[in-house]
C-alpha cells in the first residue's frame, strides 16, 4: 500500500583525476584516484507533499512538506590493468569503490546516509605517447537505501533503490 516512483537520470560533467601506474611488458597495473565529488543527476529532484486530513469535528488541516534530493560520488578509487594490443590500442579491466552519498532535505525530517558501493570496470583506449585517450564503462552494484529519522534512528517506509552505470570518455596525460 504505497506509493512508488521511477525516474531515470544522467549527467555529464568533466573530472579530474590522478593515477599511478607500473608496467612491465604488455600489461600496465594502475590505481586512479578521483578526488572531488560529482553529482549523479544534473538537477536536484523536487517535489511538495500535501496531507489532508479530517478530523471528528469535520475541520479539515493541511500540512505540506517540500522534499529535495540529490545523490553524489565521492572517493572514487579504480584498481585496473591495462592489456597492450600492439602498440597503441590496449583493453582495461579493473574494480572501482566510490561512496554514494544522499543529499537531501526532506520535510520529514528523514536522511538517507551514505552506501559504499563497487562495480567492475571494462574498457579500452589508444595510446599516444604519454597522451591517452579511452571509453570505459563502470557497472556498479545495485544500491538499496532507507530513510531514517536523525534525531530518534527510527527507520520510516521510504525506500531509494538504484542501478549505477557510467560511460566515460577519458583523455589522460602521463608524466
Known amino acids: 500500500g504505497g506509493e512508488k516512483n521511477s525516474a531515470s537520470t544522467d549527467n555529464i560533467v568533466v573530472i ?7 608496467a612491465f ?45 540529490q545523490a553524489e560520488l565521492k572517493d572514487h578509487i579504480t584498481l585496473y590493468a591495462n592489456y597492450n594490443l600492439n602498440d597503441g590500442l590496449y583493453l582495461k579491466g579493473g574494480v572501482a569503490h566510490v561512496t554514494l552519498n544522499a543529499d537531501e532535505s526532506l520535510g520529514t525530517g528523514s536522511k538517507y546516509g551514505e552506501e559504499d558501493i563497487v562495480g567492475y570496470v571494462i574498457g579500452f583506449g589508444v595510446d599516444s605517447g ?46
Not at 579530474?16 to 607500473?22: C, D, G, H, N
Not at 590505481?31 to 507533499?49: E, G, H, M, N, Q
Not at 557510467?166 to 608524466?175: G, I
Request: charged share 25%.
Open 16 to 22: 579530474p583525476s590522478v593515477f599511478a601506474e607500473y
Open 25 to 69: 611488458g604488455a600489461v600496465t597495473l594502475g590505481l586512479d584516484y578521483i578526488p572531488l565529488k560529482a553529482d549523479v543527476s544534473d538537477k536536484t529532484k523536487k517535489r511538495t507533499d500535501t496531507e489532508t486530513s479530517v478530523t471528528g469535528t469535520a475541520t479539515t488541516t493541511s500540512t505540506t512538506r517540500n522534499q529535495s534530493a
Open 130 to 175: 604519454n597522451w591517452r585517450t579511452e571509453i570505459l564503462y563502470t557497472d556498479y552494484e545495485d544500491i538499496s537505501l532507507t530513510s531514517s529519522v536523525a534525531r530518534t534512528g527510527v527507520t520510516t517506509n521510504n525506500k531509494i533503490d538504484a542501478d549505477l552505470d557510467t560511460l566515460a570518455l577519458k583523455v589522460s596525460y602521463a608524466f
